[in-house]
């Protein structure tokens, strides 16, 4: 299946590049207006020059990552490949991806899932040779703190250019300083984001130290920064997406009892809907203290949207009823199912200053276990994730069982002495409400509660 490209195609050819560029304008949200697309203008303002800036006293040889002549392995000895989702067509010399969904993605890696150190490369280019569709991300991957590919999150966190944006002929070239990531910990490249069905053919991945002369590189766009763990020491975030009205009441209950502070990712649509009544319920929840931001409007693939007036109404609506029915911004947001690409960083970073992209490194797993014959699969998960050193959680309250395992999650970690915080105060965002010390009066302790039974709370703390 292939959308046709119409309105996409017609943004080509706007004109305007700088205008776009301009500050967001979150003074007045309910008056939003969308800025204008962003606009692939291969003519646009800057020239890397053939000699480039880079430094010829610590000269490093080009690095050839990917000819694709191998199935399994890159040019480095390394792994690369489609996720499994994605078909692909291996030749020799070339691989050719038909993705279906934005989630999709093929990694060559860098190393052998270790840490690999692009500085010296940092003044450089990543060039790949390629054909068929533009309408795709190209992440540069950085690996947690430890280096280590056991550990929770695994990436600690990446950064997408637009191929389009870089696109001219069949060559891409990207300055590596694009990529705002700590280079000195990068793992892969990675393809995905896609946004059409049309076939992706890549020819080559490498590291060069020089554009073609004349090739025009645009500017680096602002996109926000993309966080799966809690940085502050010591500190645990729960992130609780969407949930059912009648089961928000217990999900007050054991905030209350516990006296913890959680951060609620908020969809536009469930706000709107009177008889949910989530409107009145968020209020109570901002004046207890705990976050509410953002999570789109209606909760889709937002990358995988077609039009960039489809990515910003997720944007713009989402903010607009957040101002309107709980007179709130948000510089943080989820994107739905952990989705995200260039372009939905991007149009976030056009109307939000400095967004917070919030993904996770603990997955409670309760939209895959929550109705199933194995809910205690949900502690399993999160056991799991919080053993590899994850301490970000995203999770929903769609189920009772989801709910009746939350407190002893809270338990669990309370016992461990780590602070259970806002996702903002996790980040150490200096905006974020003063941290209480006295919080818990109480040192909890832990209890190893039977997957059978849920319920039972009985001497669980203390
Ligand atoms: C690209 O930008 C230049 C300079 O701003 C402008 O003159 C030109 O018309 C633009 N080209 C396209 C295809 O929009
Ligand atoms: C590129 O080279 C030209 C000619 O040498 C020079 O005038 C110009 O300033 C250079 N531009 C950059 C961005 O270095
Ligand atoms: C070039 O590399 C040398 C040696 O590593 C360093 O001292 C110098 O600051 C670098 N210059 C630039 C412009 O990066
Ligand atoms: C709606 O939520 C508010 C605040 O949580 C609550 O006081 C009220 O009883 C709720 N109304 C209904 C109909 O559930
Ligand atoms: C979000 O984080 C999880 C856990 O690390 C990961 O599996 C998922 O792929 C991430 N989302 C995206 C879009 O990569
Ligand atoms: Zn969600």
């Known amino acids: 299946m292939r959308f046709m490209m119409s309105t996409s195609q017609a943004i080509l050819t706007w004109s305007g590049l700088c205008a776009i560029l301009s500050p967001p304008i979150l003074g007045s949200a309910v008056q939003l207006l969308p800025p204008p697309p962003i606009l692939v203008n291969f003519t646009a303002d800057v020239v890397y020059n053939y000699t480039g800036t880079l430094n010829q006293t610590k000269s490093v040889t080009p690095l050839v990552i990917d000819t694709f002549v191998d199935v399994d392995r890159n040019d480095l000895g390394f792994w690369h490949g489609p996720s499994t989702s994605l078909p692909a067509e291996t030749g ?8 279906s969904d934005a989630d999709q993605n093929y990694h060559t890696e860098l190393g052998p899932a270790t840490c690999f150190d692009m500085r010296p490369y940092q003044h450089m280019y990543l060039h790949l040779v390629f054909s068929g569709s533009t309408k795709f991300s190209i992440s540069l991957n950085q690996l947690n703190e430890k280096c280590d590919s056991r550990r929770s999150p695994f990436l600690e966190t990446w950064d997408s250019v637009e191929a389009e944006r870089y696109a001219r002929g069949n060559d891409i070239y990207v300055p590596l300083d694009h990529f705002l990531v700590d280079q000195s910990r990068t793992v892969s490249v990675s393809f995905h984001g896609f946004f059409t069905w049309d076939s992706l053919t890549l020819y080559k991945v490498e590291i060069v130290s020089e554009v073609p002369w004349g090739f025009y590189v645009p500017p680096k766009l602002e996109n926000g920064k993309l966080f799966l763990h809690c940085t502050r020491p010591n500190s645990f975030a729960f992130g609780i997406d969407d949930g059912l009205p009648h089961l928000v009441r217990d999900v007050m209950e054991i905030l209350e009892e516990e006296k913890i502070l959680v951060t609620f990712f908020v969809v536009g649509a469930g706000l709107r809907d009177k008889g949910a009544n989530f409107s009145s319920v968020y209020k109570e929840m901002l004046q207890k203290g705990h976050q509410i931001a953002l999570h789109s409007d209606t909760h889709q693939k937002i990358e995988g949207l077609e039009t960039i007036k489809a990515v910003d109404e997720e944007i713009v609506h989402n903010m607009e009823t957040f101002q309107r029915e709980l007179g709130i911004q948000s510089r943080y947001f989820r994107p739905p199912y ?27 797993e309760d939209w895959l276990w929550k109705d199933s014959k194995t809910p205690e699969r949900q502690r399993d998960a999160f056991f799991r994730d919080v053993g590899r050193g994850g301490n970000l959680v995203v999770m929903h309250y769609l189920s009772p069982t989801t709910v009746r395992y939350f407190k002893e999650f809270i338990h669990f970690i309370k016992s461990l002495n780590i602070d259970i915080m806002r996702v903002d105060q996790c980040l150490e965002d200096p905006d974020s409400p003063p941290i209480d010390p006295l919080r818990y009066q109480k040192p909890v302790k832990y209890k190893v509660q039977s997957n059978r039974d849920p319920g039972a709370q009985e001497g669980m703390a203390e």
């Open 92 to 99: 020799h010399g070339y691989v050719r991806l038909f993705p």
């Open 338 to 364: 952990g989705t995200i690409g260039a372009r939905t960083r991007q149009r976030l970073a056009a109307y939000i200053k400095d967004p917070n992209i919030i993904n996770w490194s603990v997955d409670v």
